[in-house]
């Protein structure tokens, strides 16, 4: 099998690549990267993947690295995911995410084979959600509430119209949050635990500082969630929605705090206005039945488990 991973130098990608080189070692994995993309996340396994130069904005680079990948599985992870730079770059945010993805369709498309492509949406496509609609369903009527939203809403209803067009072999993920080890330090989990490790080395005064405490979320472990993005090509339905997630939501204020636990320095909380969003999407709670019945996924690393590797990951990073 010939593997393609387009944001394989990133954080979920590089897991990706790590989970098939160690559990399907005969497939051929291939990772897309621009001239500048840091490559720490995949230093352990760049001589065991073929990386290739193509910008995903650019159709020329797509068409021209599809046509020498020919790839049977494509997983379409390379995207601008911070969502309050959304709010900074609007439109680089909404070209980059959208634009990449017609890219790699209309490219797939003119070489007219059996390529299967997973596309990454996201739990912030639901963005405000009622009390009643909780856990959230796949049909849930989709309210986003940032431009990265937006993006990723347009690149879940393109993966819709592909489908129905011409027949692609498209299969919509909607991922709810998730994380681990690398995780990169501006997301909340990632950022606070980052900053409690430079408090307990000296690098910063005993204060955290921190956002919206209130939001609600449903965090995965990132090693999970790989796992299930493969089975989703393999056992999914073309042209269907799945949420993945755990089920589970705990308040941003359970995050810091479970963190806190974890270390013995007395760490003062407070609010940083800068870390505070024109519009937070206040709870993010998934139903996963769906994907679970059709898969028989379930998610295998509970959550305190995965603070304690992120924890773990800056001791000794830092
Ligand atoms: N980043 C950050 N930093 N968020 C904070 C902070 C802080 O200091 N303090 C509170 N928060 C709150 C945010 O306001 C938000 O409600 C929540 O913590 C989570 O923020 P992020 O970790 O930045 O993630 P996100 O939920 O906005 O988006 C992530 O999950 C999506 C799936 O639901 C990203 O990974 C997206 O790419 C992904 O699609």
Redesign the pocket.
């Known amino acids: 099998m010939r593997v393609l991973i387009t944001g394989i130098t990133g954080f979920v990608g590089s897991y990706l690549a790590e989970y098939f080189l160690e559990n399907y070692p005969k497939n051929k994995i291939y990772g897309t990267l621009r001239w500048r993309s840091r490559l720490e996340n995949i230093e352990h396994i760049k001589r065991k993947i073929n990386l290739i130069e193509c910008d995903l904005k650019d159709a020329n680079s797509v068409s021209k690295m599809i046509e020498e990948v020919v790839p049977d599985y494509i997983f379409h992870l390379a995207?601008q995911?911070?969502?309050?730079t959304s709010w900074h770059a609007p439109t680089d945010t909404l070209t980059t995410n959208i634009v990449s993805q017609i890219n790699i369709f209309e490219a797939v498309k003119k070489i007219d084979n059996h390529t299967k492509i997973q596309i990454?949406g996201?739990?912030?496509e639901y963005g405000l959600v009622l009390e009643n609609e909780l856990p959230i369903k796949e049909t849930n009527p989709l309210r986003p509430l940032?431009p990265?939203g937006v993006s990723?809403v347009a690149q879940d209803l393109l993966g819709y119209q592909y489908f129905m067009s011409y027949k692609m072999s498209i299969v919509r993920t909607r991922?709810?949050?998730?994380?681990g080890p690398r995780r990169g330090e501006?997301?909340?989990?990632?950022?606070?635990a980052r900053q409690i490790v430079e408090i307990e080395k000296g690098y910063q005064e005993p204060i955290i500082?921190?956002?919206?405490?209130?939001?609600k979320?449903?965090y995965t472990d990132v090693r999970d969630i790989v796992r299930a993005y493969h089975l989703a090509l393999e056992k999914g339905e073309s042209g269907e929605i799945y949420n993945i997630c755990s089920g589970k939501a705990y308040k941003?204020n359970e995050?810091l705090e479970l963190l806190l636990s974890h270390t013995k320095i007395k760490i003062k909380i407070q609010e940083?206005p800068d870390?505070?969003?024109p519009s937070?999407?206040?709870v993010?709670l998934g139903d996963n039945s769906k994907f679970k019945k059709k898969t028989k996924w379930t998610a295998t690393i509970n959550f305190e488990q995965t603070l304690k590797d992120i924890l773990a990951y800056w001791r000794k990073i830092l």
């Open positions: 995207a995911s911070f969502v309050p990454a996201s739990s912030e940032s990265y990723k991922a709810f949050n998730h994380t501006v997301f909340v989990e990632s950022n606070f500082k921190v956002g919206n405490l209130e939001a979320r449903d941003i995050v940083d870390r505070f969003r937070d999407v206040p993010l």
